[in-house]
């Protein structure tokens, strides 16, 4: 049930996420999520793309360094509260969001959370027994 995550270390200078960026465009890599934290000496960018084996191959050619991690995207009802409402469940197992962004979609009635989360045991218990819906790579259109 969980999707590949590829986070790249990025020098901190200017253009280099640029650079990855048109990397994959020309190779017709799909971005559908993207997150950007910093230090003062490197950035890291986490993404999810349709295709993170073809990514990951790419940016390694390019002497890119990265990790792949398994994260979960999660559906929530785009509406006020519907993020709260996934929250309060993981809050009430004590499950820890270690990190979390949104993911790019098309669907009108439904927002998409990749997360990283503490205890996945715990994380897919407490979802399955609420029914909130943990989407697969198939569902997402991510190979």
Do not use: C, W
Not at 11 to 17: A, F, H, M, Y
Not at 45 to 62: F, W
Not at 78 to 91: F, K, N, S, V
Request: charged letters at 25%.
């Amino acid at each position: 049930m969980n999707i590949h995550q590829i986070s790249v270390f990025l020098e901190n200078r200017t253009g280099q996420l640029a650079e990855i960026t048109a990397l994959l465009a020309k190779e017709h890599v799909d971005i559908r999520a993207l997150s950007i934290a910093e230090t003062a000496d490197y950035g890291l960018a986490r993404m999810i793309v349709d295709d993170s084996y073809k990514a990951s191959s790419i940016l390694l050619q390019h002497g890119d360094i990265l990790s792949m991690t398994p994260v979960y995207a999660v559906q929530v009802p785009d509406r006020p509260g519907g993020l709260t409402e996934l929250l309060q469940i993981l809050a009430e197992v004590h499950v820890d969001v270690e990190y979390m962004y949104s993911l790019f979609t098309h669907d009108t009635d439904n927002a998409y959370m990749v997360m990283r989360v503490s205890d996945e045991a715990k994380f897919l218990g407490a979802l399955g027994d609420r029914q909130i819906k943990v989407m697969t790579k198939d569902e997402l259109g991510l190979k």
